[in-house]
């Protein structure tokens, strides 16, 4: 065992984007900051991964809205290499029936799309314009609250006081605008998508964003919010829009880490944290599973809570702790699952879908192929009472279109995101067990539209729920370090009482997707966590 000496104002465990986005404010008002990651290179879920030779594609996350335009800016992440190109329009649809659906790019080309689907399509279009700005006014009382901490119920008056500031974002609203601002946040998807549209593909569109990494059906209660949740981002000041960042999501890290050395931050790759040690209620700093013990002033996880509160204390942690026991019971059953299963792969021609099979701005766009709401629904509940859906939703995205980097010359990488299957295999059962068995099924999904794909396909490389576990330490499998449902949202995310990135132990801090606001790669946790880390002064 070695024994540093050197005691940092601020210890980092988790090089993710949030724990890199946290030290650069730290760093930033003169702090000694050290991250520590226990992989080789930083980034967290946001890298760019070669899996296959002269094939580089992002590894989970895969795609760029939600990152905050003011950490864009304050981290200067354009200087250090950051460029993100937006998609031609936001989604393509391929249909069961040879037909198809593009959303976007903009208000009149869909009007113009869904006035195809005969009467139903026009007056879905007529309706669309009232849908959009009740999701724009909606989004834009989220972001008022994003770059802030929640009010933290046990602050007292300031619990009020911060009550009421964030919740004059929603007093100009009308009462209409107020109801469906909370049924955004207590409905289903479904319900509000079935009760204003007609096209079954319009909704699926719309659908879509209320599944990705919910392990839920449309119709199930709070999916509307993870659908709200999807669309309060925005690509070079163009709200509401995706885009690619060239060079993969590691592009986004790899500037991070750059703006955060220029900071005068330390950065460990390969120092996996056993044990964060707490003396006489306070987080003293950290074991590595090296033994080497490393002193801090403050220690912020940028981890899943149930990792940071649940394995990584030393025994005797909450040892006279006040409710501690409430604290960590709840933190045991805390929701995190998500349906998720990631493949990256390489490819040796574009696919030529059966409703448009040639090359086109499709093939740039998010394409999602899960017809209707129904057959999301059904693919859940298959999930649900199996291991997998057997008709999963499969969205697949090739960077390679617009990023020439990612693969060799008339070669191309695609990801393909899909749901459902269940994070929770039978006793005795691992997804390691099913791993080609579903990434075969993954594959056929997508021939079923796109006829010679999987003869295309060159190389593959798949993340089962059981491999983001322990590869990224996202329990169940959760993209966003925790559900998104109302019980676990703002104020008590991950539990109420300390949900503004503070936990029952002096010092010790959480600024990763599992508090407010969630997951997705948005920085907003880990901004946030730093102004509470500087208020408090626990550094001193």
């Given amino acids: 065992m070695t024994t540093k000496t050197t005691t940092w104002d601020a210890l980092i465990i988790g090089a993710g984007h949030n724990g890199l986005t946290c030290a650069c404010y730290l760093?930033?008002?003169?702090?000694?900051?050290?991250?520590?990651?226990?992989?080789?290179?930083?980034?967290?879920?946001?890298?760019?991964h070669e899996f296959h030779p002269g094939f580089r594609n992002s590894r989970l996350a895969y795609t760029v809205s939600l990152l905050q335009p003011k950490i864009i800016r304050d981290l200067q992440l354009a200087k250090h290499g950051l460029r993100v190109v937006e998609r031609p329009f936001a989604n393509f649809l391929p249909l069961t029936d040879g037909e198809y659906f593009k959303l976007g790019p903009n208000l009149a080309a869909t009007q113009a799309e869904l006035a195809r689907f005969g009467p139903a399509g026009v007056r879905?279009?007529?309706?669309?314009?009232?849908?959009?700005?009740?999701?724009?006014?909606?989004?834009?009382?989220?972001?008022?609250?994003?770059l802030k901490a929640p009010p933290n119920l046990g602050d007292g008056l300031a619990f009020f006081l911060d009550a009421v500031r964030l919740g004059?974002?929603?007093?100009?609203?009308?009462?209409?605008?107020?109801?469906?601002?909370?049924?955004?946040?207590?409905?289903?998807?479904?319900?509000?998508?079935?009760?204003?549209?007609?096209?079954?593909?319009?909704?699926?569109?719309?659908?879509?964003?209320?599944?990705?990494?919910?392990?839920?059906?449309?119709?199930?209660?709070?999916?509307?919010y993870v659908l709200l949740h999807h669309v309060f981002g925005e690509v070079n000041g163009k709200s509401g829009a995706w885009g690619h960042a060239i060079g993969g999501m590691g592009a986004i890290t790899q500037a991070m880490q750059a703006e955060a050395q220029a900071r005068g931050v330390t950065i460990r790759c390969n120092a996996p944290v056993a044990k964060v040690r707490v003396a006489g209620g306070r987080a003293?700093?950290?074991?590595?599973?090296?033994?080497?013990?490393?002193?801090?002033?403050?220690?912020?996880?940028?981890?899943?809570?149930?990792?940071?509160?649940?394995?990584?204390?030393?025994?005797?942690?909450?040892d006279g702790v006040l409710q501690a026991s409430d604290f960590v019971q709840r933190i045991a059953r805390y929701q995190s699952g998500s349906g998720t299963w990631r493949m990256n792969l390489a490819l040796d021609q574009l696919p030529r879908f059966t409703c448009?099979?040639?090359?086109?701005?499709?093939?740039?766009?998010?394409?999602?192929?899960?017809?209707?709401?129904?057959h999301m629904e059904r693919a859940f509940f298959d999930a649900k009472q199996g291991r997998w859906s057997r008709e999963p939703i499969v969205e697949m995205l090739i960077p390679s279109t617009v990023d020439d980097s990612l693969a060799p010359a008339g070669k191309h990488v695609a990801s393909l995101f899909c749901q459902h299957v269940n994070p929770q295999l039978p006793a005795g059962e691992t997804w390691d067990l099913h791993r080609e068995t579903v990434a075969d099924l993954m594959v056929a999904t997508v021939e079923c539209y796109a006829p010679g794909f999987g003869r295309s396909v060159i190389a593959r490389d798949v993340l089962t729920p059981q491999d983001l576990e322990r590869e990224y330490g996202l329990i169940g499998g959760d993209i966003f370090h925790g559900r998104l449902s109302l019980d676990q949202l703002f104020s008590a995310r991950p539990v109420l009482g300390h949900a503004a990135y503070t936990a029952p132990i002096t010092a010790l801090y959480l600024c990763g997707s599992g508090a407010h606001p969630g997951g997705g790669v948005t920085g907003a946790p880990g901004y946030n966590c730093a102004q509470v880390v500087l208020r408090e002064g626990k550094f001193r």
Avoid: C
Avoid at 132 to 143: G, H, I
Avoid at 217 to 224: D, E, F, K, R
Avoid at 285 to 310: C, M, T, W, Y
């Fill in 27 to 48: 760093a930033a008002r003169g702090l000694k900051v050290l991250v520590l990651e226990s992989r080789d290179v930083v980034g967290g879920a946001a890298v760019t």
């Fill in 124 to 146: 879905d279009a007529q309706a669309l314009p009232a849908y959009y700005a009740m999701l724009d006014r909606a989004a834009s009382v989220l972001k008022t609250w994003l």
């Fill in 168 to 224: 004059r974002a929603v007093v100009p609203l009308s009462l209409a605008e107020k109801r469906d601002l909370l049924d955004l946040f207590t409905k289903s998807a479904g319900e509000m998508l079935d009760a204003r549209f007609e096209t079954p593909a319009l909704k699926a569109a719309f659908g879509f964003d209320a599944v990705v990494g919910n392990f839920a059906s449309p119709y199930s209660a709070g999916s509307a």
């Fill in 284 to 318: 003293t700093g950290v074991a590595l599973a090296d033994g080497e013990e490393i002193s801090a002033k403050v220690v912020v996880g940028n981890v899943h809570p149930q990792r940071l509160f649940g394995q990584m204390l030393a025994k005797g942690a909450w």
């Fill in 356 to 374: 448009l099979p040639e090359p086109g701005p499709h093939l740039s766009a998010g394409i999602i192929m899960a017809p209707s709401l129904a």
